[in-house]
T-cell receptor, first 116, second 112 residues
Framework: GAVVSQHPSWVICKSGTSVKIECRSL??????MFWYRQFPKQSLMLMAT?????????EQGVEKDKFLINHASLTLSTLTVTSAHPEDSSFYICSALTSGSSYEQYFGPGTRLTVT | KQEVTQIPAALSVPEGENLVLNCSFTDSAIYNLQWFRQDPGKGLTSLLLIQSSQREQTSGRLNASLDKSSGRSTLYIAASQPGDSATYLC???????????FGTGTRLQVFP
């Protein structure tokens, strides 16, 4: 199957700083990527849908100015958590959608963010 | 509004058993359905993708069926192994580039 990578896999930062997470589709081009957040023992919560070359579409309740998403190329999307606070600590997972006839979605391994 | 439900929420079985995990969705107008597994602290691994025109897909010991008219999908795991222990998620896509709507998941534990 297709491979999606995320970097970093884990990060610890201080309150007030910004953190950038990268998501790459390694062996396919992805016009559409998704960013999710997951709390312990809960299902994934979709944060935003990212389309290459255009602004991301955010889900209700997700702050656009806090979670900046950039999908600058067909293989790279980034999520920047700005002015991070401890409540932003979570597991962030990106996903990329293949095109063609199948439209299958592949997920990255996730990034564990801890804000101290 | 599409809603996806999975039953059971948790399952614990001895090694070797054949298992059936259930997924139901409220709106039958779907584009495709995917089954995933998630290990603790990891991302999701795609197991099987069923297009709306298909009835089932198979990969190794896994078989997924789709009955769109009744809004149901089942994931069958044959001869379960301890390595199958994980959370299994089904998700439906309503349009070709729409977001996935996830079920609540089934947490599976297979003990030796």
């Amino acid at each position: 199957g297709a491979v999606v990578s995320q970097h970093p896999s884990w990060v610890i930062c201080k309150s007030g700083t910004s953190v950038k997470i990268e998501c790459r589709s390694l062996d396919f081009q992805a016009t559409t990527m998704f960013w999710y957040r997951q709390f312990p023992k809960q299902s994934l919560m979709l944060m935003a849908t990212s389309n290459e070359g255009s602004k991301a579409t955010y889900e209700q309740g997700v702050e656009k100015d806090k979670f900046l998403i950039n999908h600058a190329s067909l293989t790279l999307s980034t999520l920047t958590v700005t002015s991070a606070h401890p409540e932003d600590s979570s597991f962030y997972i990106c996903s990329a959608l293949t095109s063609g006839s199948s439209y299958e979605q592949y997920f990255g391994p996730g990034t564990r963010l801890t804000v101290t | 509004k599409q809603e996806v439900t999975q039953i059971p929420a948790a399952l614990s079985v001895p090694e070797g058993e054949n298992l059936v995990l259930n997924c139901s969705f409220t709106d039958s107008a779907i584009y495709n359905l995917q089954w995933f597994r998630q290990d603790p602290g990891k991302g999701l691994t795609s197991l099987l993708l069923i297009q709306s025109s298909q009835r089932e897909q198979t990969s190794g010991r896994l078989n997924a069926s789709l009955d769109k008219s009744s809004g149901r999908s089942t994931l069958y795991i044959a001869a379960s192994q301890p390595g199958d222990s994980a959370t299994y998620l089904c998700a439906v896509r309503c349009g070709n580039t729409d977001k996935l709507i996830f079920g609540t998941g089934t947490r599976l534990q297979v003990f030796p």
